[in-house]
């Protein structure tokens, strides 16, 4: 054997033994599983916006406009890591097992009507937004979808986002379509396209199921193959069609 064939060889078999097997980097993507499900830690710009650089800059430029329309666009919610995804998760199953004695697979069920399965959350990619109007005067529960209907205070702003989000690459997750299966409609929640995009391909390419499979957090140990399968295709999946 050449010398520079055996050392390639070696180093490549090197390199497949210091790598868990279970989170490799993903052919043809940018994206680690790691970076996919929250868990690495990922350059995020601009204080208290907290995305990465081609969505924050989008997000400033529709910030802009917006301003220029007569509206302050807040953000609500931007980043999060699986850890914190982790704790919102815990605290609702808590809530919902303890408080309320509800059973765990209804308390799982009414969790995500809204909240993701830590390691699952678009939020986890730092291309995804919730945000309201910041002039609008809302003290409570802003991410309410009656206030951004007829009538509600964030009215005008949802109008304004209908007609111009997308010319930003801003694109509603979770919209209204009465067919739509998975999380309720969500007005507020918007996602930067030119990223989430390859990011949502690249994470149907992951063993999501057997990934999470290996989690442990509260209520993770009533995660069916079953249950996790349909939620794979009707949270993750059943979104805005623009988004896949
Ligand atoms: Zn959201």
Not at 6 to 30: M, R
Not at 90 to 110: G, H, S, V, W
């Amino acid at each position: 054997m050449k010398r520079r064939t055996f050392i390639k060889k070696t180093s490549i078999s090197g390199l497949a033994c210091t790598l868990p097997a279970i989170y490799p980097i993903l052919p043809n993507t940018d994206y680690s599983v790691l970076e996919l499900m929250g868990k690495e830690e990922i350059e995020l710009f601009g204080e208290g916006i907290n995305l990465r650089k081609e969505a924050y800059e989008a997000f400033l430029n529709m910030k802009k406009s917006a301003y220029s329309d007569g509206f302050d666009i807040k953000m609500v919610s931007s980043f999060r890591d699986y850890y914190r995804q982790e704790a919102i998760w815990e605290r609702k199953y808590l809530r919902y097992t303890e408080d309320n004695d509800m059973q765990p697979l209804d308390a799982i069920d009414k969790i995500i009507e809204y909240s993701t399965i830590p390691g699952t959350s678009r939020h986890h990619w730092g291309t995804d937004i919730d945000i309201i109007n910041g002039y609008a005067n809302v003290s409570e529960n802003v991410l309410d979808p009656q206030k951004f209907e007829q009538g509600g205070p964030f009215e005008a702003f949802k109008l304004w986002l209908d007609e111009n989000s997308e010319k930003f690459g801003f694109y509603l997750v979770y919209t209204n379509e009465p067919k739509r299966r998975g999380f309720k409609y969500e007005p507020w929640h918007y996602s930067y396209a030119p990223i989430s995009i390859p990011m949502l391909t690249a994470f149907r390419k992951i063993n999501i199921l057997k990934l999470l499979q290996k989690e442990e957090f509260l209520g993770s140990e009533h995660f069916t193959t079953g249950f996790l399968k349909t939620y794979l295709q009707d949270n993750i999946l059943d979104i805005n069609q623009k988004l896949l």
